[in-house]
């Protein structure tokens, strides 16, 4: 048997938090999703969800490794960053990872004058990590395998897979932010091939899907999910201008279409 993951929703917003009342029902705060596989604490992205995340850590005296994966470098996937309690913690390790050439500019949005502490004055260890497109590597058994994504300056998608003895594989594809347009399809289809949660930027609603812009819309994510026989869909990433009611209305819509599909909403937890 493979161990159990469990899934944890900290962010579901794009470019910017929405801390209104009206938002708070699927949720404020931008992307920020913890997987936890009972070894290792994987972080996909760092938006204003990671410092609630950041928190509960620190509250459950976790001391397990943190692995902060980040999709690219725009803010609302690294402004968690800025208040994260784990920094603060001298027994903590954690690692950043984020594509070839990021850290410099990073370590400029958080560091003076934008920020009083910089990323390497915390008195944990924090450790940067490069990576590049279409590598894979390994976090104690967890495979993880990157992309590109087709985005405004690049994004990185990426793949967890763990394998157990008996043969089952377990996996996760995150392909948050990407425009699923013809020029990314087939190699997406690809990347998302046969996996158990496919998490997918319904960043548009399908009638109000900008080309060139970098998202996508539920509707392509359930013709995606299809075509790549994923096991279930998770819509996250909504623009911030799309209140509760709005996104209940479109999640109604996009269940009568796939019933494997569901919207995410912050302190959602799935386990897999
Ligand atoms: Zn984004
Ligand atoms: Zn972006």
Known sequence: MTQE?????????????????????????TSCICVDNEKELVVLDAGSGLSALGRSIAAGGEKRKIHILLSHLHLDHVMGLLSFPPFFDPAAEIHIYAKAASFHKLETLVGPPFWPVGLSGFPAGVCLHELWVNEQFSLNGLEVYTMAGNHPGGSLLYRLEAAAPDGN???????????????????????SRGTDLLIWDAGFAPEDLKKGWGHSTWEQGIRLRQEAGAGRVLMTHYDPGYPDPFLRAQEEKAIRVDAGCRFAKEGMVITL
Do not use: H, M, Q
């Open 5 to 29: 993951w469990k899934v944890t929703i900290w962010g579901v917003r794009g470019s910017t938090p929405r801390p209104e009342r009206e938002f708070l029902d699927f949720g404020g705060n």
């Open 169 to 191: 594989v377990k996996s996760l594809t995150y392909t948050l932010d990407c425009e699923a347009d013809a020029s990314v399809l087939p190699a997406l289809t690809e990347f």
